[in-house]
T-cell receptor, first 111, second 113 residues
Framework: QQQVKQSPQSLIVQKGGISIINCAYENTAFDYFPWYQQFPGKGPALLIAIRPDVSEKKEGRFTISFNKSAKQFSLHIMDSQPGDSATYFCAATFNDYKLSFGAGTTVTVRA | EAQVTQNPRYLITVTGKKLTVTCSQNMNHEYMSWYRQDPGLGLRQIYYSMNVEVTDKGDVPEGYKVSRKEKRNFPLILESPSPNQTSLYFC????????????FGPGTRLTVT
């Protein structure tokens, strides 16, 4: 049973457009929410992360929005570029040891 | 270069033949973890280790064993592999735990026939 539900499974966006990936969770004990980016043939790599005491975090073109009351968080990729084409995973942890991942979203940016 | 290495990268084996996938990190990280990646299911944690001789089950531990005798190494053992363990496996390490940046290895593609 997936503890973090991620949608959509895939999305296609034009270059310069905005990509939005959503994640939802049930366990209110979760206290750290990272996003990982994975390119084909590679292991995932940390992209950006947020803690629930913050509603938004921005790093370059990547922004996490966090809604604690709705138990949802999302990744926005602004000005999407072909190099952003990858699979994105949201994740959550609460005891600092176990990490639960979403099912992943494959993003394709068309030039 | 800071890295996590896994061996082998590709493995085809038969049902029931014991195998070990090695994982090593050179960053002196306390935390190491194994994941399997399957289409539509994302990454699922198999086992993790908080430090030497300290391990615990993740979400899908059945059919797997681990050990952590040295800080740098965290091998994954399949004592009697079955076809449902065909998957892409990743080892990862971090400074202390899941709430710290995890560094992933390149992956091991395992096929059990």
């Amino acid at each position: 049973q997936q503890q973090v539900k991620q949608s959509p499974q895939s999305l296609i966006v034009q270059k310069g457009g905005i990509s939005i990936i959503n994640c939802a969770y049930e366990n209110t004990a979760f206290d750290y929410f990272p996003w990982y980016q994975q390119f084909p043939g590679k292991g995932p790599a940390l992209l950006i992360a947020i803690r629930p005491d913050v509603s938004e975090k921005k790093e370059g073109r990547f922004t996490i929005s966090f809604n604690k009351s709705a138990k949802q968080f999302s990744l926005h990729i602004m000005d999407s570029q072909p190099g952003d084409s990858a699979t994105y995973f949201c994740a959550a942890t609460f005891n600092d040891y176990k990490l639960s991942f979403g099912a992943g979203t494959t993003v394709t940016v068309r030039a | 270069e800071a890295q996590v290495t896994q061996n082998p990268r590709y493995l085809i084996t038969v049902t029931g033949k014991k195998l070990t996938v090695t994982c090593s990190q050179n960053m002196n990280h306390e935390y190491m973890s194994w994941y399997r990646q399957d289409p539509g299911l994302g990454l699922r944690q198999i086992y993790y280790s908080m430090n030497v001789e300290v391990t615990d089950k993740g979400d899908v531990p059945e059919g797997y064993k681990v050990s952590r005798k040295e800080k740098r190494n965290f091998p994954l053992i399949l004592e009697s592999p079955s076809p449902n363990q065909t998957s892409l496996y990743f080892c990862a390490s971090s400074y202390r735990g899941g709430a710290y940046e995890q560094y992933f290895g390149p992956g091991t593609r395992l096929t059990v026939t």
